[in-house]
């Protein structure tokens, strides 16, 4: 299991996960919302490593992102950061890939919906074009992610 420390206070709701799988267009693994209510934000207590990359914190999502001190770290906010760069082609409808974890090296740990059961990768930015993102199939799935650390 992965222990975090310095969870957001805010919880998140099933209502802010139905939100924001309308506006993403996509449906988020169980798994993933249990942990998101669980871990929303969080900092992993002991370094938390997916290949070479190093886990540094959980993605968050808040209800007002302008109005808490965590906005930047919603993944909304990352999402619109990098915009292009998360939709493998102009015409994809919605978000192709999902972040929910900052890495080293300007990389980020996100859902992939390639396919129904959306895989966990790396994305990373050096590389990455628009509509081309540029990124490491790492799991089948959040919940395999999650076995991991168990």
């Known amino acids: 299991m992965i ?24 449906t988020l693994p169980h798994a993933f919302q249990a942990f998101l ?16 990359w190093v886990i540094e914190r959980f993605l968050c ?4 992102l302008s ?25 994809s409808v919605g978000y192709d890939l999902i972040p929910f974890a900052q890495l080293n090296h300007d990389s980020l740990l996100c859902l992939c919906y ?11 930015l050096e590389g990455s074009q628009e509509f081309r993102p540029k990124y490491t199939k790492c799991y089948d799935s959040f919940s395999a992610f999650l076995a991991t650390y168990y």
């Open 114 to 124: 390639e396919t129904e059961e959306p895989s966990v990768v790396v994305w990373q």
């Open 61 to 64: 999502m808040v209800s007002n």
């Open 37 to 52: 209510k669980e871990n929303n934000g969080g900092i992993p207590a002991e370094k938390t490593e997916v290949g070479q």
């Open 67 to 91: 109005e808490s001190a965590e906005g930047y770290w919603d993944i909304d906010a990352v999402l619109t950061k990098y915009d292009e760069f998360m939709v493998f082609d102009e015409d």
């Open 3 to 26: 222990h975090c420390k310095s969870v957001i206070e805010e919880k998140v709701t099933d209502e802010l996960i139905a939100a924001r799988e309308k506006r993403w267009k996509k």
